[in-house]
């Protein structure tokens, strides 16, 4: 059981049967369980317009009891002879004596907790997506040792921000869960699920993003030197509570795909038109100008705060539409 409890405005509606038939059964899943929520839905039901006929139903079944139990009570049978008499029951055999060493049920407790935070983590920890990040880390640290490319570490900074949001759009919704409906209509669904599965997300593609951006070289003496390997940690948060936040407006996926798509092209535009001025430019290569666009937007206080202040913004929009992601239309 969780610290989760019925709100009144929803206990009401389940008593007058105004409240949809998905949250109805998860709020009687949830009744089965918490006898405080239980307590007030009778409460509430008794005090409703079906009071009066709850009370005459319980008043009927508690004046049918009697005559119930005496129809229900067998005759005495007649004496038997005395060759037919009934032998002595033998004595029940005796208990099992319980191991001194049995495990306690706690430990199964336990077990079944953690099964269900690894359900709740979703694709990021039992699916294909650790792989993948995987993948683009070591494809990164392959392109810079393997190729002696000198583009690896500002393609891993670029793509550094977007990977969070494409894992959760990947990990959350219709299409990425088959229990999705069951999921999003328990109490523990809706935005607390995707904060599940995003904190989740993160706890995979960080540290293995920021390990492998330490790893990286350093760029060449040709080249304008990239942002840290951390620089892109706050510009990744930010969007993807950007992602979040958009989310309660369309839904998941559409979500990402706008803060991520925005993301590269906010990168991809000015290093394009910086290569078509048809100008003697002092930048070599379309490397060094990714590297300066990149030192542009994570390099400094000023950008660091900005990034901070939106990440805030935010989390106080999705604080304050919370509401939206329990609704199902919406994701």
């Known amino acids: 059981m969780t610290g989760w409890h019925a709100g009144d405005d929803l206990v009401a509606r389940y008593t007058d049967g105004s409240l949809p038939e998905p949250d109805a059964w ?22 409703g317009a079906a009071g009066p006929v709850l009370a005459q139903v319980r008043d009927a079944v ?32 005796p208990a099992p004596a319980v191991p001194a060493s049995a495990p306690p049920r706690r430990a199964r407790a336990v077990g079944g907790r953690l099964g269900r935070i690894v359900w709740a983590a979703g694709p990021a920890l039992r699916g294909a997506w650790t792989g993948a990040v995987l993948l683009v880390a070591v494809g990164a640290l392959a392109l810079a040792y393997g190729g002696g490319s ?15 949001v494409a894992g ?7 299409y990425a869960d088959p229990l999705y409906e069951i999921a999003a209509t328990s109490p523990s669904g809706g935005l607390r699920l995707l904060l599940t599965r995003t904190a989740a997300v993160l706890a995979v593609s960080v540290p293995l993003l ?38 309660g407006y369309t839904d998941c996926r559409t979500g990402s795909a706008v803060v991520g798509g925005g ?17 003697a430019s002092t930048v070599p290569g379309p490397t060094a100008r990714l590297a ?12 660091q705060w900005g990034w901070a202040a939106g990440a805030a913004l935010c989390a106080l929009l999705l604080a304050a539409r919370r509401a939206a992601y329990d609704r199902l239309e919406t994701m």
């Open 26 to 47: 998860s709020l009687e899943k949830h009744l089965e369980g918490c006898g405080s929520c239980a307590a007030r839905a009778s409460d509430a039901a008794r005090a």
């Open 62 to 93: 508690l004046d049918a009891v009697p005559h119930v139990r005496q129809a229900r009570t067998p005759l005495p049978s007649p004496p038997l002879p005395s060759h037919r008499l009934p032998s002595p029951p033998l004595p029940a055999p």
């Open 210 to 247: 920021t390990a492998a951006g330490l790893l990286l070289p350093a760029a060449g003496p040709h080249l304008p030197q990239a942002p840290a390997a951390a620089a892109w940690l706050l510009p990744g948060l930010a969007l993807t509570l950007a992602a979040l936040a958009l989310s």
């Open 168 to 174: 959760v759009a990947l990990s959350y919704g219709r």
């Open 150 to 164: 000198d583009s690896a570490r500002p393609l891993l900074l670029a793509l550094a921000p977007v990977v969070p």
């Open 292 to 303: 300066q666009q990149l030192s542009l937007y994570f390099t400094g206080a000023p950008a």
């Open 263 to 279: 993301w590269l092209l906010a990168l991809a535009a000015p290093v394009l038109a910086a290569g078509g001025t048809g100008r």
